[in-house]
Each structure stands twice: as C-alpha cells, then as structure tokens.
C-alpha cells in the first residue's frame, strides 16, 4: 500500500516562503503524476499545481508566478515552493499521486493527509 507523508506547513507572514514536501513510500512500479491540492474553510478542493512524467507542470492562475512544483524522481518526493504568500493561500494542502505497481496493472490514486498552511497580515 502507498502512503505519501506531507511535511513542511506552518505559520508564515504575508510576503513569507515555504517549501512543502511530499514523499511516497510502498510498492511504486511507476508514477504519472504527482500534484498538490489545496482546501481552505468552507470552499472546493483545488487543484494547486502538478507536474507529470517529463517535468511538464501546471499551476492555478491564482499562483502562476510565486509558486514553484519540482520532483525528484529518486525518492518519490514532490516539493511545492511558494513564495510571495499571501492571507488567501491558507489551506490545507494535500498531496496526490497518481502511480501503478505493476507494469500490467492500471493507474490508482493516493492522497496524503495534508498540512496546514496558515499566511498571516
């Protein structure tokens, strides 16, 4: 079974940065894609940024410019950089990971358990 461990929220001023980590463990054949979710109170989960085999990724308009999605593919482990934060980035933040574990097996989906990101005034 995989897991993904989340890592890196807190506390952080407008203006402020902080890198979040991701890392799967357990029984990964392959990995398609790797994203970041986020849900603040009383709203939809959204879709942050992701980023898929070959390093193409994609991000929100409301974060094109100041966050930044990398992968590293040896340890299974997805970073989130944001920087230039701002009070309406407070969420909690969940990583997802779309993987198989045998290369005749179809592709699941595993979500981490999220951490939180509170950006003050």
């Known amino acids: 079974q995989v897991q993904l461990v989340e890592s890196g929220g807190g506390l952080v001023q407008a203006g402020g940065s902080l890198r979040l980590s991701c890392a799967a463990s357990?029984?990964?054949?392959?990995?398609?894609?790797m994203a970041w979710y986020r849900q603040a109170p009383e709203k939809q989960r959204e879709l942050v940024a992701d980023?898929?085999?070959?390093?193409?990724?994609d991000y929100a308009d409301s974060v094109k410019g100041r966050f930044t999605i990398s992968r590293d593919h040896a340890k299974n482990t997805v970073y989130l950089q944001m920087n230039s934060l701002k009070p309406e980035d407070t969420a909690v933040y969940y990583c997802?990971?779309?993987?198989?574990?045998?290369?005749?097996?179809?592709?699941?989906?595993?979500w981490g358990r999220g951490t939180l990101v509170t950006v003050s005034l």
């Open positions: 980023i898929i085999n070959g390093g193409s990724a």
């Open positions: 357990g029984e990964i054949f392959s990995i398609y894609r």
């Open positions: 997802n990971l779309d993987y198989r574990f045998s290369p005749d097996e179809g592709w699941l989906e595993v």
